[in-house]
């Protein structure tokens, strides 16, 4: 999701991985991995649009994502 108003962006993101492990890796210890990786882009994208970004990140398990043609599609692959 993506909507702007005069003075923000707001921007809602999901992160795929195949495997629950893998989610656990990209959160991190009581979320400070995505909390960085968050940080990080959301500082990036401020700098980019010239605009207050809020940026929600989400992780998600979407088993075998990167060997299925419909959602590779579907994301844009």
Same mark, same amino acid.
């Given at each position: 999701?993506?909507?702007?108003? $005069?003075?923000?962006?707001? !921007?809602? %993101?999901?992160? *795929? /991985? ?5 989610? @656990?890796?990209?959160?991190? *210890?009581?979320?400070? %991995? ?6 990080? %882009?959301? &500082?990036?994208?401020?700098? #980019?649009?010239?605009? &207050? !970004? *809020?940026?929600?990140?989400? /992780?998600?398990?979407?088993? $075998? ?9 579907? #994301? @844009?692959?």
């Amino acid at each position: 999701m993506f909507k702007t108003t $005069d003075t923000l962006i707001n !921007i809602r %993101a999901v992160i *795929h /991985v195949e495997r629950n492990s893998q989610k @656990g890796i990209i959160i991190g *210890h009581k979320g400070a %991995a995505l909390k960085k990786v968050g940080t990080l %882009a959301r &500082k990036d994208l401020e700098q #980019f649009f010239g605009q &207050k !970004i *809020h940026l929600e990140l989400f /992780v998600k398990v979407t088993k $075998d994502w990167r060997s299925n043609a419909n959602t590779l599609k579907r #994301f @844009g692959y």
